[in-house]
């Protein structure tokens, strides 16, 4: 693996631990600042060295961008998928980090499996904005 692609890997599963153990947390839990300070730190990472150029995609322009692929097994039975090569860098560590040992196909990962993920990711979003505006409001 490409010391680049090792680097944005690391990042993506400490950012994905970090949003896992946020995501049972309230708003103003004293356990979150120091996962808000990681979040913090990796966002940081992402702007001074950014991996992958579709950092910055919004979420519809990247569901328009990775389309869904059907293929057929070999017991005959269809499959919709995402293939591997279609998500760009660095959603597709960010997707991988997020599915580690989910169920998925050589070529790729179960169409719906992508399409929770970004559903989850704008609720998580949400989840970290709120746990921010806490801790700045906070402080005034």
Do not use: C
């Not at 005959?76 to 169920?103: C, K, N, Y």
């Not at 970290?128 to 402080?139: C, Q, S, T």
Request: aromatic share 8%; glycine share 4%; net charge negative.
């Amino acid at each position: 693996m490409d010391s680049d692609l090792k680097a944005l890997w690391l990042r993506e599963r400490n950012r994905r631990e970090a949003l896992w153990d946020l995501e049972v947390l309230q708003s103003g839990a004293a356990e979150a600042k120091a996962l808000l300070a990681t979040l913090a730190e990796i966002d940081r990472q992402d702007l001074e060295n950014p991996i992958g150029l579709s950092g910055a995609m919004s979420l519809d322009e990247l569901r328009e961008a990775v389309p869904e692929t059907r293929i057929e097994g070999t017991d005959g039975h269809s499959f919709v998928i995402v293939l591997d090569q279609h998500i760009p860098q660095p959603w597709h560590a960010r997707f991988e980090a997020a599915s580690m040992l989910s169920t998925r196909l050589p070529q790729g990962s179960y169409a719906s499996d992508w399409r929770r993920f970004l559903r989850l990711w704008v609720r998580e979003m949400a989840h970290l904005k709120a746990h921010r505006e806490w801790f700045e409001n906070d402080r005034v």
